[in-house]
């Protein structure tokens, strides 16, 4: 009997486990829209949005692929994409890397990427890269 309810135990642990580890793999972007306070009636306003998860190794290529899909699926494409990151409380090398190629893959369609609301420690990490420094 112990070693039925062991084993009823660790598959629920597991289940869990795999339901958070599901959760954290979709990061969610948040169209937000810009103010056109300001700006030209003909301006291409940027495209802004929110990451509302933490990026990490495993989810940066599916933000990196929505946003070059978004970017690439409007016509004119904008001229900037602004991408707020509070959620980020730290950001490890590869997903700064990610970010890099997300510009570079942005500026074929004449986007640059900015990175707004980054907090202090991950601005910090950044700011030692040489993507960063340019």
């Given at each position: 009997?112990?070693?039925?309810?062991?084993?009823?135990?660790?598959?629920?642990?597991?289940?869990t486990?795999?339901?958070v580890?599901?959760?954290?793999?979709?990061?969610q972007?948040?169209r937000?829209?810009?103010?056109?306070?300001g700006?030209?009636?003909?301006?291409?306003?940027p495209?802004v949005?929110?990451?509302?998860?933490?990026?990490?190794?495993?989810?940066?290529t599916?933000?990196?692929r929505?946003i070059?899909g978004?970017?690439?699926?409007?016509?004119?494409?904008?001229?900037?994409?602004m991408?707020e990151m509070r959620?980020q409380?730290?950001?490890?090398?590869?997903v700064?890397?990610r970010?890099?190629?997300l510009?570079?893959?942005?500026?074929t369609?004449?986007?640059q990427?900015?990175?707004?609301?980054?907090?202090?420690r991950?601005?910090?990490?950044?700011?030692?890269?040489?993507?960063?420094?340019?």
């Amino acid at each position: 009997m112990a070693a039925g309810l062991l084993a009823a135990v660790a598959t629920g642990v597991l289940a869990t486990l795999v339901l958070v580890l599901r959760e954290l793999d979709q990061p969610q972007l948040i169209r937000v829209s810009p103010t056109r306070a300001g700006t030209p009636p003909d301006a291409i306003p940027p495209l802004v949005l929110r990451v509302e998860t933490y990026l990490y190794t495993a989810n940066i290529t599916t933000v990196q692929r929505d946003i070059t899909g978004l970017v690439s699926s409007r016509q004119p494409a904008p001229a900037a994409v602004m991408l707020e990151m509070r959620a980020q409380t730290q950001i490890s090398t590869t997903v700064l890397d990610r970010l890099n190629d997300l510009d570079r893959q942005l500026s074929t369609h004449g986007a640059q990427l900015w990175i707004i609301g980054l907090l202090p420690r991950a601005a910090a990490t950044a700011r030692r890269t040489h993507w960063w420094a340019v």
